[in-house]
Nanobody
């Protein structure tokens, strides 16, 4: 089992930045791909970014490329999502995800965090 707890969400003006963190626990954390998804009310959960265990493989949704950066600190069992140049359309609940096999669909996720709200005002 892997437990994931997100933090760092909040309210920010357009053009601003936020840094999300995801603390993982559970002895099977090692080796997992880690990622972030987001979901707006009434919409499907969508892929944002993912990173391999070593950090050598990164993947981003086209909508966030160049603005968001995913990273991880395996010594601290933590994954980060640095979000810059935020736009109102980035307003969503952001979910941390752990995957044995990487994928961009919600069905590919093995474990979810509880989510953290990000609101970008115009």
């Amino acid at each position: 089992q892997v437990q994931l707890v997100e933090s760092g969400g909040g309210l920010v003006q357009a053009g601003g930045s936020l840094r999300l963190s995801c603390a993982a626990s559970g002895r099977t954390y090692s080796g997992y791909f880690m990622g972030w998804f987001r979901q707006a009310p009434g919409k499907e959960r969508e892929f944002v970014a993912a990173i391999s265990w070593s950090g050598g493989r990164l993947r981003y949704a086209d909508s966030v490329k160049g603005r968001f950066t995913i990273s991880r600190d395996n010594a601290k069992n933590t994954v980060f999502l640095q979000m810059n140049s935020l736009k109102p359309e980035d307003t969503d609940v952001y979910y941390c995800a752990a995957q044995v096999v990487p994928g961009t669909t919600p069905t590919s996720v093995d474990y979810w965090g509880q989510g953290t709200q990000v609101t970008v005002s115009s």
